[in-house]
């Protein structure tokens, strides 16, 4: 796959001295859908805002679809479409009004037919002439997104599009970016829930104290960072872990029965043969064998933590 | 040049005006109107004639520049502070508008409802005043300077501005004392010889000159100096702006 936006040494230091990004690099594949995970402060929107031009980066430089946001500004900003994160909106403009406004902006000629368009993909199309301030939360994100949309860009740039939004609406967000992505759009999302991230995404990239962490398939991510554990419940409890499992680094539950055991889901040799037969040769009995994968949760705390340390 | 940009930004700034038309439009002719039958009409009809002409109708000319340089400083500031308060500018500036297209699309919506509010007073005052327009067009041409000159100082405003007070404390504070100490009501030939240097440094007093010159064909400046005025003040305006576009002040951390 080719890339679409292109990100090299991007550094953003703020005013009052706050670094903000530290020589980011990031290549985004036409037609994905990239989540950037990240706690709050770590830099995800400055990011973003930096591509969009809405902020000046300090160092480093971004293309988009081959287009230098400085140099071709234009021609680069005509393929990017933006949803921020606040909801910002006026009040008492009518829907169809703000979006015709939107498009506009991006030097295209009216077209009703596209607006009432995209408005229905959106469950808009009965409230194009309501003023916005009588509109749901959860609608007036929406409008957001049809301004983005109005000019057709390639890539969309949806900053936590779940924020402070219900379970229901979340999952509509889901099913629309999956929507957008069969458009041919390519996607990029911040969010800090990480199942969203787990549930829409292809790649992720982790972002913390202005640093991109590491950026990768979502699947090859969990794989190779994931850790399982295979949890042993005994028929018989034992006071303490016996000498001959002592290798292994194994946890004893309070209650005696359970011991779990921690390794790389995708090693080559996991242990489990020989803690099996370590488990007979020490003379306990098996009641059960659970095994667990590590959600992507823990990955991403480990990860900043890692950072933080 | 993206001149749907342009346009776009116009249209959505001129629809406000026209949704609020009794806030837009009544209030200011109202109390254009108000000015008139107190000071052209009661006050008025005691003062001797000025240069030539009744003092309700020397009056006119500045009455017009009084509220044409209050509404272009208001829409303008208004027009670009209101979409950074509620953060509705990153869309601008994100889009692929130049400084420049901005500015026309804000500015240019800010001098065509002044520009009409003060042509909506000037007819209003044919009712209360029997007068003629010496200079028809050059009156226009001076409206239209007078507008986006003070416009483009409405916008530096607006984005300088980080609260609502401060965007109406510049405008109350420096711009109205100017207005009417700039001649508005008096011809300075009728101030004490310090006071009338000293108003020589004020700048409305140029543009109410030379716009009363296009109505009578009398002026305390002479015209051209009152046109250099302006023009000098406009630019002035765009090199600020240029600077905060350059720089991003308060637009682009």
């Known amino acids: ?54 902020t000046n980066a300090t160092s480093g430089s971004v293309t988009v679809g081959g287009f230098d946001i400085r140099e071709d500004w234009r021609a680069a900003r005509r393929l990017i479409g933006l949803v921020p994160q606040e909801i910002n909106l006026e009040p008492f403009e009518k829907v169809g009004n703000t979006v015709r406004f939107s498009r506009g902006l991006f030097g295209l000629p009216r077209d009703e037919a596209l607006i009432d368009r995209v408005l229905k993909s959106l469950s808009l199309d009965d409230k194009k002439d309501e003023r916005i301030r009588h509109l749901s939360g959860g609608m007036k994100r929406r409008v957001l997104i049809a301004k983005a949309l109005v000019h057709e860009p390639r890539v969309l740039f949806l900053d936590e599009p779940t924020a402070g939004v219900d379970v229901e609406l979340r999952r509509d967000m889901w099913e629309l970016v999956d929507q957008l992505r069969a458009d041919g759009v390519t996607i990029i999302l911040t969010t ?37 554990q295979m949890v042993i419940e005994l028929a018989e409890p034992v006071d303490a872990i016996p000498a001959g499992l002592m290798d292994f680094d194994l946890t004893r539950s309070d209650d005696g029965r359970g011991l779990t055991y921690t390794y790389e889901a995708g090693g080559k040799r996991t242990g489990i043969t020989r803690l099996l037969a370590a488990v007979q040769g020490a003379g306990l009995v098996l009641a059960d064998v659970e095994t667990k994968q590590s959600s992507l949760e823990e990955i991403f705390v480990g990860l900043v933590h890692e950072g933080a340390a | 040049m993206n001149w749907n940009g342009i346009t776009a ?81 990153f869309e601008v500036l994100s889009a692929p ?110 543009l109410v000159s030379g716009f009363r010159w296009s109505f009578f064909g009398a002026a305390d400046v002479p015209v051209a100096i009152s046109l250099i005025a302006v023009l000098v003040f406009a630019g002035a305006c765009l090199s600020v702006i240029a600077w905060i576009f350059r720089s991003g002040y308060r637009l682009k951390p």
């Open chain 2, 97 to 206: 508008l130049s400084a420049v297209e901005i500015v026309i699309g804000y500015v240019g919506a800010a001098v065509a409802k002044a520009v009409l509010i003060g042509l909506v007073i000037l007819i209003t005052s044919f009712a209360f005043v029997d007068m003629q327009i010496a200079h028809p067009v050059f009156m226009l041409l001076f409206l239209v300077l007078t507008s986006v000159s003070f416009s483009l100082l409405g916008f530096i405003l607006g984005i300088w501005a980080k609260s609502f007070e401060q965007l109406n404390l510049v405008p109350l504070l420096v711009v109205t004392p100017l207005i009417f100490l700039g001649g508005s009501f008096y011809s300075i030939t009728m101030l004490p010889p310090f006071w009338q240097n000293l108003s020589l440094f004020n700048p409305v007093l140029y």
């Open chain 1, 192 to 228: 800090h829930y990480i199942e969203e991230a787990e549930a829409i995404a292809d790649r992720i990239g982790v972002i913390n104290k202005g640093e991109l962490l590491l950026i990768e398939d979502k699947a090859a991510l969990m794989a190779r960072l994931g850790k399982k």
């Open chain 2, 9 to 89: 930004i116009w249209r959505f700034e001129m629809a406000r005006f026209f949704r609020s038309i009794i806030q837009s439009m009544v209030s200011p002719v109202l109390s254009t109107s108000l000015y008139f039958v107190v000071f052209g009409a009661a006050i008025g009809s005691r003062i001797p004639q000025i240069e030539g002409v009744s003092y309700g109708a020397f009056i006119v000319p500045g009455l017009i520049i009084l509220t044409v340089l209050q509404q272009s400083i208001q829409n303008a500031g208004f027009g670009i502070y209101f979409p950074k308060f509620i953060g509705t500018i």
């Open chain 1, 1 to 54: 796959m080719s890339s679409i936006v292109n990100v090299s040494g991007l550094g953003k230091t703020y005013e009052g001295g706050f670094t903000a990004l530290h020589s980011v690099d990031l290549e985004i594949r036409e037609g994905e859908i990239l989540a950037l995970l990240g706690p709050n402060g770590a830099g995800k929107t400055t990011l973003i805002s930096t591509i969009c031009g809405l």
